[in-house]
């Protein structure tokens, strides 16, 4: 094969969108795992009858890899996501991924795309594993093989602009996830359902919706692909998971970070009443991180936090947290460095 040259691309105007890069790591189960292969292609052959296509028998996961000041490639908390990974494969009756196999294949791959992973401070490589179902089966069912690939592509904010505020809509009666379903894990089949909603949101003017239990349609659950937390008086106030949320590495992440800093924090049930009354509100994800919210629309009432400037809660977790991943060295953050993987 011909060598391809793929252009590094523009540090400072990078944002959240798909850039290629030099390889992709897949790996093919058929009664065993195979020996992998780092594909230069982001093309991959899939069959017709695959149960990833056909029935939604895939999930996902989303990590980051960037760099400290030293430039030293750093990766976030990977066996979280090789955890996570492996519940949802059960949840999905899909062939596991170990976590030796997970952790050395996220090495691998950013190893291999170094080149791609921006400069410090400039953003981060994001890491994508897919594991699929992928092949034949035309009745209902699990698939009789699986492939686990594992793209990658610089990127800069989630969010237009990442440092600003956005705006959220609660939507009255559309819902992520219901009691027994797959909310809790990343099944491929849970983002579709919502694009519809949330591309109308979005034409009103919100950038994410914010949605409540199925079951009672009253509890905060979370945002189309982010934790939600709210401040109140000094207090930090995230909804238990209880089996529709996803349990996010970031807020996780989040709680252990506001603990030493000597921040409360409160896992408790929501009412759109208390966001309301709340002083400031966030959600948090590997992809958007620590991201301010600065109005919430709930049956065309708004709350407006801080003038829809980012609150001083936030801005100190996001800080604490964006210097916990780029491994900045402070004594109070000590603790964290772990949470750090090196790999090169
Ligand atoms: C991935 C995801 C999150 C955030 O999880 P992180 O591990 O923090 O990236 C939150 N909600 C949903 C629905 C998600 O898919």
């Given amino acids: 094969m011909a060598a391809r040259t793929i252009q590094v691309p523009q540090w400072d105007s990078l944002d959240f969108s798909y850039r290629p890069t030099g390889y992709t790591y897949v790996q093919e189960y058929k009664g065993c795992w195979e020996d992998y292969t780092l594909s230069q292609s982001s093309d991959h052959r899939i069959h017709q009858a695959a149960s990833a296509i056909n029935y939604g028998q895939g999930i996902f996961e989303g990590l980051k890899a960037q760099r400290n000041k030293e430039g030293t490639v750093m990766v976030f908390r990977p066996e979280l996501n090789a955890a996570r990974l492996q519940d949802g494969a059960k949840r999905m009756c899909m062939q596991k991924v170990v976590q030796k196999q997970f952790i050395n294949a996220i090495k691998l791959v950013v190893q ?9 401070g400039k953003g981060s490589l994001y890491i994508r594993p897919l594991l699929l179902g992928s092949g034949p089966k035309l009745g209902i069912g699990p ?6 690939i594992i793209f990658v592509s610089p990127v800069g904010p989630y969010f ?12 009255e009666d559309i819902h992520r996830a219901t009691l027994g379903g797959t909310g809790c894990i990343k099944a491929i089949g849970n983002y579709a359902p919502g694009m519809y909603h949330v591309c109308k949101a979005k034409e009103e003017g919100f950038d994410e919706l914010l949605y409540l239990d199925a079951r009672n349609n009253k509890y905060i659950e979370e945002c189309g692909a982010a934790n939600f ?3 109140k008086s000094g207090v930090l106030y995230t909804p238990p998971l209880g089996g529709t949320i996803l349990p996010g590495i970031t807020r996780r992440s989040v709680l252990g970070i506001a603990e ?3 921040i409360p924090t409160e896992i408790c049930p929501l009412e759109v009443s208390d966001v309301f009354a709340a002083d400031e509100c966030f959600c948090t994800g590997t992809a958007a991180g620590v991201t301010s919210v600065g109005s919430i629309v ?3 009432v708004e709350s407006v936090y801080h003038d829809g400037a980012v609150g001083p809660v936030t801005q100190k977790l996001r800080d604490a947290l964006q210097d916990v991943k780029s491994g900045a060295q402070h004594k109070l953050l000590e603790p964290f460095y772990e949470w750090n993987m090196r790999v090169g």
């Fill in 160 to 171: 237009k602009d990442g440092t600003k505020s956005i705006r959220l809509k609660i939507p």
């Fill in 298 to 300: 709930y049956q065309d």
């Fill in 260 to 262: 030493v800093l000597g």
């Fill in 112 to 120: 291999e795309n170094h080149m791609f992973v921006p400069p410090f």
């Fill in 229 to 231: 937390f709210a401040v």
């Fill in 143 to 148: 698939a009789p093989s699986y492939s686990f």
